[in-house]
């Protein structure tokens, strides 16, 4: 009888209802959760004793429960913020939160199973300084870039790589201003822009060459499989950011050089992560250019796109298939 399956995501992420689906069509023992559920609608009983192996104990909501030594593997992705009883003050909050993620994160994070991802290799894996470090390290091609808070090291960056420049966030691209979602996307420098560099003291800005693009490619890594889609931009803003305009994208899955699948897996083992969603810009002669590697990053629209079995490659890491 094969182990149970704990997944940890948000309870309205669908593409982790792919997972689900596809691990329980296969007759998989599955329990999700939500840290958002924790502490009001799951419990947490955990012991650990000098002369048994790790955590014992359990997790449980009002309808099911899973024994926490008998997780085979850990299915993590994205989930939401602890939430507690109205009545408390805000520093109350920040204390029994910060309680929780010692404490539940703490014992979820001690499970010696298979994990995809470990929160602890994501949280490193996603300082975008650490990735392209690695990847250069690894193999990987890598376009020149600058982080900086100061305009003259921006105009010294422009004089040395003598071409374009962008400019995207060194971290997520989602603010809620307003009460609105709203997202920063990759943005190619004008001569105005790069004659009036106030705002860029305020805090850290990446800068990168611009690279001519023939195309982009999403690279979807889960264990030792990888799945490449290009990816054509159909528009302007598109050929800038292609999260800027969906509806203008076409998709062709495509093949990965040999060195690039080298630096690849080279690069996964070096971040410890078993899935992620990398994005490549290939340049008129063919050449791959590693931009970032997201150990979180979104594939059910590409798997639905071009009828990759994402799905089922990330079910059958966590069964050991």
């Not at 149970?4 to 792919?18: E, F, G, K, M, S």
């Not at 048994?52 to 997780?71: I, M």
């Not at 109205?86 to 994160?105: C, K, N, S």
């Not at 798997?303 to 079910?315: D, F, H």
Request: include cysteine.
């Amino acid at each position: 009888m094969s182990l149970p399956v704990l997944v940890i995501a948000a309870n309205d992420d669908w593409p982790t209802d792919r997972v689900v689906i596809e691990l329980t069509g296969r007759g998989a023992e599955v329990f999700r959760m939500d840290t958002a559920d924790f502490p009001q609608q799951i419990s947490l009983t955990g012991r650990i004793d000098w002369g048994h192996d790790g955590w014992a104990g359990e997790l449980a909501t009002v309808h099911r429960a899973v024994e926490l030594s008998r997780v085979g593997a850990v299915y993590y992705r994205a989930p939401g913020a602890f939430q507690f009883p109205d009545g408390m003050t805000a520093p109350e909050e920040r204390f029994a939160a910060a309680q929780a993620r010692a404490g539940l994160g703490g014992v979820l994070s001690a499970l010696d199973c298979r994990w995809v991802n470990h929160p602890t290799f994501m949280a490193r894996a996603e300082y975008k300084p650490v990735q392209l470090d690695a990847a250069r390290a690894c193999g990987l091609r890598i376009p020149p870039t600058l982080i900086t808070n100061q305009p003259d090291a921006v105009r010294q960056f422009t004089a040395d790589v003598s071409g374009p420049l962008i400019c995207k966030p060194v971290a997520s691209p989602v603010l809620i201003e307003d009460g609105q979602l709203k997202a920063v996307y990759t943005r190619r420098l004008t001569p105005d822009d790069l004659a009036d560099l106030r705002g860029i003291e305020t805090t850290a800005h990446l800068f990168q060459s611009w690279i001519d693009k023939s195309h982009e490619v999403r690279l979807t890594i889960v264990g030792s499989r990888m799945f490449a889609a290009e990816v054509h931009a159909g528009s302007d803003a598109a050929h800038e950011d292609w999260r800027a305009d969906y509806g203008s994208l076409t998709y062709a899955t495509t093949t990965v050089p040999d060195d690039v699948k080298g630096g690849m897996r080279l690069l996964m083992d070096r971040l410890h992560l078993t899935y992620g969603a990398a994005d490549f810009v290939v340049d008129p002669d063919g050449r791959w250019w590693f931009l970032e590697v997201n150990p979180c990053g979104q594939w059910d629209w590409i798997a639905a796109a071009t009828g990759q079995p994402i799905a089922a490659a990330i079910a059958d890491e966590l069964q050991g298939v």
